[in-house]
């Protein structure tokens, strides 16, 4: 990686690959590098300049998430949750509470975790059954049970969704920041997921109350559509292009090994990594061309909520995540029985335990469902 975040990022990737294995063994968030993210001011980067921040473009993040990535998939979860998060603050609130939650993201770095998906309702995070209740004049109320909060309980605050409502149809939703101290959580299941354990995903029944100004301003589906879907799908396909990068990394010192033990027969592995490069090499253009698509649509809201627009982005999404585990794959016949082991320097264990999640982190067929109406009006932007 180059550019003005490289050192910053690799101080942290450096953090994240220290306890990368321990993270995974014991099931705990990747405190360290999370710490290590706040010492860098890594979770203020994409504040614009105008609220204290450095303005870090789409492009910029993507980068830095595939870094740590690379190091530690729970990390550069981490950040591309977070940020995923901080975008919506400043491109769809502007009330008072909206303001103050982004100048505690610049000024003490907090963490934003979030609760859109809702037991009962699976992963259509466009629908909810909690709504919003108004105790009393300017308060606001929600109580929801989450089945997936990742590194709730190390989050200053968490953006949940619920329905406008107790009379509002299940998808004219709001977002409301719960800042920790307005909410408590109350654990109904620990995760232990396949990979990814170090996101400690925790199902939490969340009840929150707070100033109504802690609400944004925009309807979430309109937040979804321009910025939090978007946001996520391309930094979570720049983590899964770094857990690529780095099984492909393993996967060529392997052949590099029986290089120099075979001089003058290329060892067939040669072969099989030139291909694993090839796959690795479309998905890193990908993911980085979509990331500037995002970034050259700016707040253009006739081209974020165009049709073409919200198929590219869910695009990025399905075919990195189907690419991932391929690649893994790959890389792990390259390094043989080494890979496999869970005991070896060369295992990819990790790896391809955290790639199985890409295919469900919102699961592919919902997203190919919300596509096939979309695919009949439009054709692809070429
Ligand atoms: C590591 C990790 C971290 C996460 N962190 C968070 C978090 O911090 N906050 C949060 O809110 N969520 C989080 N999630 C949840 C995530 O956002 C998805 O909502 C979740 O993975 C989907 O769960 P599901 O498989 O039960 O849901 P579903 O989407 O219901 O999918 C289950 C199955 O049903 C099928 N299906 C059901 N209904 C339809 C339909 N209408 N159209 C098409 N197919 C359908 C799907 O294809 C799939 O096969 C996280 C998930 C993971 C894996």
């Not at 790639?355 to 979309?374: H, K, V």
């Amino acid at each position: 990686m180059t550019g003005r975040f490289s050192a910053r990022a690799a101080a942290v990737a450096d953090v994240a690959a220290r306890y990368a294995d321990e993270v995974d063994r014991d099931e705990r968030p990747p405190v360290e590098a999370v710490m290590a993210m706040k010492e860098q001011r890594l979770l203020s980067l994409s504040v614009p300049t105008e609220y204290g921040g450095e303005g870090a473009s789409m492009r910029e993040l993507s980068e830095i998430a595939t870094t740590v990535g690379a190091a530690d998939a729970n990390a550069g979860m981490v950040f591309a949750m977070h940020h995923s998060q901080a975008l919506p603050l400043w491109r769809h609130g502007s009330r008072a509470g909206v303001r103050s939650t982004i100048a505690k993201v610049v000024s003490e770095e907090w963490l934003l975790g979030s609760a859109t998906t809702e037991r009962g309702i699976g992963g259509d995070a466009r629908r909810s059954s909690c709504a919003l209740e108004y105790p009393s004049p300017g308060r606001v109320r929600l109580v929801k049970d989450a089945p997936v909060v990742s590194y709730g309980e190390v989050a200053d605050a968490i953006l949940v969704t619920g329905r406008l409502n107790a009379d509002a149809p299940s998808s004219d939703q709001r977002m409301l920041i719960c800042a920790k101290g307005d909410y408590t959580l109350e654990k109904t299941a620990v995760w232990h997921g396949l990979g990814l354990r170090g996101t400690a995903s925790d199902s939490f029944i969340i009840t929150a109350e707070t100033a109504e100004d802690m609400l944004l301003d925009d309807p979430y589906g309109t937040i979804s559509a321009h910025t939090a879907l978007p946001a996520a799908h391309l930094l979570w396909a720049s983590v899964w292009l770094g857990i690529a990068s780095s099984a492909a990394d393993e996967a060529r010192s392997t052949v590099r090994r029986q290089a120099r033990a075979t001089v003058g027969y290329p060892p067939p592995g040669q072969l099989r990594l030139a291909e694993l490069m090839v796959g690795l090499q479309t998905l890193a253009d990908s993911v980085r061309h979509s990331a500037e698509r995002f970034d050259e649509a700016g707040l253009d809201a006739s081209v974020l909520g165009s049709i073409s627009f919200a198929l590219a982005m869910n695009s990025v999404k399905i075919s990195s995540a189907n690419a991932l585990v391929d690649l893994v794959l790959q890389a792990l016949r390259i390094v043989g029985i080494a890979g496999y082991r869970t005991d070896t320097p060369q295992s990819l264990s990790r790896q391809l335990r955290d790639a199985l999640a890409a295919q469900i982190q919102i699961s592919n067929d919902r997203l190919l469902t919300n596509d096939a109406p979309l695919s009949l009006l439009a054709k692809v932007e070429l």
